[in-house]
């Protein structure tokens, strides 16, 4: 681990430091739900990270952000084109919700689709450095395919633990990148547990998350890119969906280190906008931070269907630390959402990926932001990764009509008013 | 059209010139074949769009190119981050297929997630230009959604013609993005003529490929990326997909601009790559240019699967042109290139995306290519477009194993052969 810019790990549980060593993932004394935080020399990365010298920065993709992440050469970093996402004003949509100064971050435009790409660009480069050749995990969402396609793009291997009930189209991605797709005969708690043993027994080296510390460090790029988008000042709110939390909790990390190096005066408040079935976080945030598990945790927002949030302390921490808030809203408010902003910016997002939308609606409503605020919505994943999710939240049908021409111009006249 | 930079507009098929003048699409002496070359004023365009110049120009996405597109201000395209696509040394593909100097060009990586994004960006541009304010096509594929996504960014409105028999997946992007969607009960055929009559019945903007000129203009700009990505020089072999002709067709409109403008000194040779079950163009091209439709064409590989081919002249042209040829391969070829790309490169392509890849094995294993060559795949499409494609693509399968964690070290070493 010699000459990463990394000082230390400490556990984001009970506070202990230690020195960064390879394959260390988590808090000995805290076991697996001490998350360890990376800490950087803020002053030397201030140094090398001032907007004049980001501006000048030919760098592609993450590799800007070098002294801040765990790596010791952006050229370990896949060649793909993680991150550098599109920031788009979004009038029309801010008209249509009530906010005067809205911007829509599309890390669906990530190269496999999810903003999952940041953690999983950092998590392989960071194995490459440990000349680590193979990658374990278990999931069958976004964070899979991304991993697999990171590896696949850097030649390092992939072994993905999936229960045997994941979609059988999820499974085609992992193996079109080539990954090794074991199909346990369980649920995904099984395959969860068999991804860590797996680590254990033959040293692989492991990126699920709320587990792997580093995987933190690539989400927080996003918050990063915000700073830069914004000319290098924080919007006054984020909201970003979230299931298990470790999403959030990157932005928390992100703004932070941007504190930390006296980039920003205060951190946007994060908001965190949860699907009514799956809302463990919301629930903690408002109940003194309890984290209750509820296994039947369901919504149609798949990548946020989460009963036991593995980045619960994270989570909590970001949204506390930036006096944010959680919304919570209902499946149809999210398929409202995902309508209103394909229809009125032409972004396809997944649903998780337009429940930040649905929240800031609510959040008009009920007036928790301002309407002049400068509020930046983060769109975590593209709609073309679960179609089936848009069909269901479609507001509008096709409308069947003759192929004769000579009664074109009637029809077309009555069922258009034309 | 004042201020346009467009000089003229060339039949290409009878060579008849005339000045562009709004809602002209096609030569009025050869009817709906002779599709009209954009010309413009090269000497000018040439001082505008120096390497140097183009270097220091801020301007995102097509912006920069708008000397030689048919809109008057760069400000009048779409909001989406459309084109500079990534470009990727592709080192470990090039030596699994035999190539030493290989590079994608992933155009999968659009909003919409297909090169289409680049037509109909320029489409809508010029179409609020005009102060048109509602856009038709008939189409179920990537040019629909494309289209309906750029139309919605930009507050257009959108009319599709779709054959009752559409894909519901398809359907629900075009939904989505708000257009209104008429399902037409008939075939595409009869969609394609009911848009046309409604282009005629309505004063409505066309977007019918191989229809509308300033389509082509948009395709165009994939090859003058590429020109810039390869260091403002052409490679030596461009390939691609074909289907109607008219992405190879804006290929070869864009390195003949170039030409014209004296930035290169020869076209690169235009390698079209077509499906077995739908090669009119490549029969055509080996056939003295006679082109015979097949209504029965088919191939797996949906976005080229096309029995009249609406852009045949252009695309003979541009592979006539360029030194270049076609290549016929097997849809098992396809789905061979399919995996092969994202295995070794990260890039998940839908099955069209793929095939100029499969078009370089076959090209490499009938050494009509040297190894040597500068050579650049155009990928067209994502593959989320597609999963059920990749379904089809699949070379290996999910390993299923027990959920015994006492079990799994024998397990994976038989198994992974640890």
Known sequence: MKNLPITELRCSLCGRSFEPVPFMYTCPDCGNDGILEVLYDYEKASALLQPEKLRANALPGLGKWAPIL??????????????????????????????????????????????????????????????????????????????????????????????????????????????TVLSVRGTYDDAFDLSLKAT??????????????????????????????????????????????????????????????????????????QARGSSVLAKAFANGDKVIAEPDADTYADSISVGLPRAASLALRGVHESEGRFVVVEDEEIQKAQAILAAKAGVFAEPAGATPIAGLIKARRENLIPAQAKVAALVTGNGLKDVDGALKALQTQAISIDRNPDTLQKTLKELLSL
Chains 1, 2 share one sequence.
């Open 200 to 273: 254990e027994l033959f040293g692989w080296y492991n990126r699920n998350t709320g587990f792997n510390p580093y995987l933190l460090e690539g989400k927080k790029t996003a918050a990063l890119e915000i700073w830069e988008n914004c000319g290098y000042k924080a919007p006054d709110y984020v909201a970003v969906s979230v299931g298990d939390g470790c999403i959030i909790g990157g932005l928390g990390k992100g703004f932070k280190d941007l504190l930390r190096m006296g980039f920003i005066e205060k951190m946007p408040k994060l908001i965190g906008v």
């Open 70 to 179: 765990p790596i010791k050469d952006p050229e370990s970093l896949p060649p793909l084109r993680v991150g550098q996402t599109p920031f788009y004003s979004v009038k029309r949509l801010g008209e249509a919700i009530g906010y005067e100064n809205l911007f829509v971050k599309d890390d669906g435009q990530n190269p496999t689709g999810s903003l999952k790409d940041r953690a999983s660009a950092v998590c392989a480069a960071s194995a490459k450095e440990m000349g680590i050749e193979l990658i374990t995990a278990a999931s069958t969402g976004n964070a899979a395919s991304s991993l697999s396609g990171m590896c696949a793009s850097m030649g390092l291997k992939t072994v993905i633990f999936v229960p045997e009930r994941a979609p059988k189209a999820k499974v085609a991605q992992l193996l079109m990148f080539g990954a």
